[in-house]
């Protein structure tokens, strides 16, 4: 059984091993950015890197965030109380690749990380691709789809709607696809009855996502269009106290 210090501490030596600078936590009380009050999200200290207003000083971080969920775009505030597992206050373990490598090995990682270092379930994960959208010009994203297939049979790959799958960090800014990883915590008598693919995505406690993996490839102009990001940047975010329950 691993302490969550260990798993912490084990989460950033295995993206030390993939050639990752370890970062600390930055402040949640947001100093520079007038946007923001509070950290919500591991990406908020590396924002001007991914605008393309700073440049990186490394291509390759990892960390552990202390957050806040607070109102706004994508923040939740809502769910706390709701349900047991949207805390006020929560941990987001992260990796970010700023124009070096992209969903290949994001994917490959996270799986690596999961099933070969801590020694989850495969057959207990699910992973959600982006169906697309018609309405925007953006077709399924058959790229991710593609590299899980190399891990998980067909039934534990789901399609996910715009509001699920692409990850977008205000009305304007950079965007993109995202994957998230789904674990099935039910008792196996619970999963013999009940498909767990039929309830992910679906507010139930057991089946929960634990990591999201963000391909941020559009950069979202004030017309609502979306035009290509010079850099394409790899942003994900694994909830912490969520991985100690798994």
Known sequence: MLTAKEIRESFKEFFRSKGHHIVPSAPMVVKDDPTLMFTNAGMNQFKDIILGNKAAKYQRVADSQKCLRVSGKHNDLEEVGMDTYHHT?????????????????????????????????????????????????????????????????????????????????????????????HIDLRSEEERAKV????????????????????????????????????????DTGMGFERLCMA
Request: with cysteine; hydrophobic share 40%; net charge negative.
């Open 89 to 181: 206050m929560f941990e987001m373990l992260g990796n970010w690749s700023f124009g070096d490598y992209f969903k290949k090995e994001a994917i490959d990682w996270a799986w690596e990380y999961l099933v070969d270092v801590l020694g989850l379930s495969p057959d207990r994960l699910y992973a959600t691709v982006f169906e697309g959208s018609p309405e925007e010009g953006l077709s399924r994203d058959d790229e991710a789809a593609g590299y899980w297939e190399k891990h998980l049979p067909a039934s534990h790959i789901i399609n996910g709607n715009k509001h699920d799958n692409f990850w977008e960090m205000g009305d304007t800014g950079p965007c993109g696809p995202c994957s998230e990883i």
């Open 195 to 234: 498909d767990g693919a039929s309830l992910v995505n679906h507010d139930d406690p057991l089946v929960i996502e634990i990591w999201n993996l963000v391909f941020m490839q559009y950069n979202r102009k004030a017309d609502g269009s979306l035009e290509p990001l010079p850099a394409k940047v790899i």
